[in-house]
């Protein structure tokens, strides 16, 4: 039986994609040759990614406005090295809402001076920190969009003249956006994307170059821009699957489409957290997150009832983050409303029972 997989990552992705890359691996466009053994540097793979990039902007709308996709390796943790690298020269505004943003200034720190702008760590990170003021002088301001282990999400980004950056690991192409008010996003693939083993950063080439240090040329964006994101051997099978799904979500109608698609599953999950009494929502509802819901049971004394309930129907990768224990239901692109139904139906089956 396929599983209901809530899994926060590597995370489901749609079964058209899983068919297309399990062909490739065998004989990839014909060739003769699996997609995984074909040279990075051959037409078909160049045609691979050359397709990535460009479908990667197409979506976020950002074609011909000074933007360049990259695929990377390292993760989102690697880029929280890279953004200051290749943006901060003396000081730099965060906001932390989470692990993630945590650790993200925690690199930055190694190259200049860190603001903490606004932060939700005094409540456990459940709530958006708001009503904060972004001082002048910026290199850049840094936010993390969607917050995997709180179930957090940004609904609003500040207004600013500083040049913005976001890591939108966990929510990138889920929900429409003017992507034009970022200097820079960046995420990890294996989420909404595809695989773990590749990075997606999206990157306006005129925030570039401003940096006094020598950069290295494996964390210079410029060198890869000029390489075309080929400038070392690329993690061809996670570009290509990130590729296949970007093709279905255009296929399905864009972001667009999706956002009107995890809008009911968000609805239809936080609804019956909420009129459930065996269960609460951990994050405060004005920041829940849509990709992300964070919830416990009222009463820690039902958790083998109620995970027997969960295997019985198959569900998958519902346990939440150690820091925050409960559980955690991510709802990505792919994952169903058949499979948010499914997790409903046991919850209120939990209800009939007490």
């Not at 990377?72 to 943790?77: C, I, K, M, V």
């Not at 295997?311 to 169903?336: D, F, P, Q, T």
Request: glycine share 8%.
């Amino acid at each position: 039986m396929k599983k209901h997989n809530f899994s926060a990552g590597p995370c489901i992705l749609p079964q058209e994609v899983f068919l297309k890359a399990s062909e490739a691996i065998m004989d990839f466009n014909g060739s003769g040759l699996s997609i995984i053994e074909i040279s990075h540097r051959s037409k078909d793979f160049v045609a691979v990614m050359e397709n990535a990039r460009s479908l990667a902007l197409e979506l976020l709308g950002l074609e011909d406005q000074g933007y360049q996709a990259l695929f990377l390796q390292g993760g989102a943790s690697m880029e929280f090295l890279m953004v200051a690298y290749n943006l901060l020269e003396t000081k730099a505004g965060y906001l932390n809402t989470g692990t993630w943003s945590d650790k993200a200034i925690k690199e930055a720190r190694l190259f200049g001076e860190i603001v903490e702008v606004g932060s939700s760590k005094d409540e456990n990170y459940n709530y958006i920190p708001k009503g904060y003021s972004v001082p002048n002088g910026l290199d850049y301001l840094h936010l993390t969009s969607n917050n995997t282990i709180f179930g957090t999400q940004f609904k609003k980004f500040p207004k600013t003249d500083t040049p913005l950056v976001c890591d939108m690991s966990s929510d990138i192409f889920s929900r429409q956006l003017n992507f034009s008010e970022f200097d820079l996003i960046y995420a990890g693939a294996q989420k909404n994307m595809g695989p773990a083993g590749t990075t997606l950063v999206v990157v306006k080439e005129d925030i570039l170059g401003k940096v006094s240090r020598k950069i290295p040329s494996m964390l210079d964006y410029s060198v890869h821009i000029s390489k075309d994101s080929m400038y070392n051997t690329p993690p061809v099978f996670a570009v290509y699957v990130s590729m296949l799904t970007l093709e279905w979500l255009k296929n399905l109608g864009g972001i667009s489409a999706i956002e009107e698609i995890n809008d009911k599953k968000a609805k239809l999950l936080y609804s019956e957290i909420d009129l459930n009494p065996v269960f609460e929502g951990f994050a405060n509802k004005e920041d829940r997150s849509n990709m992300n819901a964070t919830f416990n049971l009222t009463d820690d004394k039902l958790k083998d009832e109620f995970d027997a309930l969960l295997k019985e129907a198959g569900i998958n990768g519902l346990n939440g983050h150690r820091s925050v224990g409960g559980y955690r239901a991510s709802m990505y692109n792919a994952l169903s409303l058949e499979s948010v139904g499914t997790l409903v139906d046991v919850m209120s089956e939990m209800e009939r029972k007490g």
